[in-house]
């Protein structure tokens, strides 16, 4: 079974296919049955036509999570019965971010799941080896599925921007997957963490994720409200709503690190304000194999979480992916097949 965009947009639905039997893996591909597969904020971005690569008909789905049950004749990486988790896209493997291990700054990748490749959404995922990375047994496959997009995104910004014990670390949008796995990753390492959320209804969950102080702000303003004093490090996990004011949150030398634009628009930035304070601001997105083994490594010692608001069949797709899109969700929704 599988579930297809056929057609972008909300007006029609997911489409259910099932399959006669196990596909088969040519070349460096991986065949993967799938324990779970996360329904990200992003599918439904490119659902709706947002960006403008997505190439329907497409099975979406970047967030999968199983067992190596196939591989091509060409594959080095893996062996069948391996566990795996996906990320977004493989990578060429012969560039020079890719030979300094830096594989999500490829830019030659030519998979990128649930985009330009088939995804998760399925009981069979058949994608090049590069796409994944090594996935523990001991982790339950819904957190194993989401670790990458939400853990793993969080932990490569945070781990970039040098954030270390006793650091203040603001975070933005902190109630949603990456920003709540920012205050648990931030408090984990022994930062201080510092949550913005847009409502007083979310001030009990950030604090439940390891923030220290909660500041509730829809304007922008908020850092004329941080207690404490200036920021070491800014997560921005909103992007044009929230960036000027985490730049303004920053003490010099202070460092930016942006994740995530929900609302894809731009902002006016004031250089000089930049240059005077020495700032720095730094895009990050994509953990690769280096992070994730890492970020695994952390989660032994320090076990991590990702809220879970449903696990829902493969055949509720559509329904899954609608309920996301509608917001106001704690937790991740995951499709188990
Ligand atoms: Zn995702
Ligand atoms: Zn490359």
């Known amino acids: 079974m599988k579930a297809r965009l056929t057609e972008l947009g909300w007006d029609t639905d997911l489409v259910i296919e099932l399959d006669a039997a196990a596909p088969i893996a040519a070349g460096r591909e ?15 971005i490119d659902r709706a036509g947002r960006f403008g690569f997505v190439q329907v008909p497409i099975i979406p789905g970047h ?24 990320m977004h896209r493989d990578a060429c493997g012969a560039c020079e971010p890719c030979i300094d ?18 995804g998760g959404y399925a009981r069979w995922l058949v994608a090049p080896e590069g796409c994944f990375y090594a996935m523990p047994d001991h982790i339950e496959p819904a957190l194993a599925a ?19 014990a006793g650091s203040r ?101 004031n250089i000089g304000y930049v240059i005077t304070f020495g700032l720095q601001v730094i895009g990050s997105s994509g953990a690769n194999r280096a992070d994730m083994a890492a970020l695994l490594a952390h989660h032994e010692r320090h076990p991590l979480d990702v809220p879970i608001h449903a696990r829902m069949p493969l055949a509720e797709a559509d329904r899954a992916q609608r309920i996301v899109a509608a917001g106001g969700l704690h937790g991740r929704v995951v499709l188990v097949p």
């Open 30 to 44: 991986i065949v993967v049955e799938v324990e779970a597969c996360g329904v990200c904020g992003r599918d439904c």
């Open 63 to 86: 967030e999968a999570v199983g067992r190596v049950i196939g591989i091509g004749p060409d594959v080095t990486e893996w062996a069948v019965g391996q566990r795996v988790a996906s």
């Open 101 to 118: 291990g830096e594989t999500s700054l490829c830019g030659s990748a030519a998979a990128v799941l649930g985009l330009l490749i088939d």
């Open 146 to 164: 989401v670790f990458n997009c939400t853990l793993g995104t969080a932990w490569r910004g945070l781990t970039r921007a040098g954030v270390r």
């Open 169 to 269: 670390v603001l975070v933005t949008g902190a109630n949603g997957g990456v920003g709540a796995a920012a205050l648990q990753i931030a408090n984990s390492l022994g930062a201080i963490a510092i949550a913005v959320v847009r409502r007083q209804e979310h001030v009990g969950a950030a604090t439940a994720q390891g923030a220290a102080h909660v500041v509730v702000d829809d304007g922008g303003g908020f850092h004329k409200q941080i207690p404490g004093g200036p920021i070491d490090v800014a997560m921005d996990c909103v992007g044009a709503p929230t960036f000027n004011s985490s730049l303004r949150s920053l003490a010099v030398g202070g460092r930016l690190v942006a994740v995530g634009n929900i609302t894809g628009e731009r902002i006016d930035l």
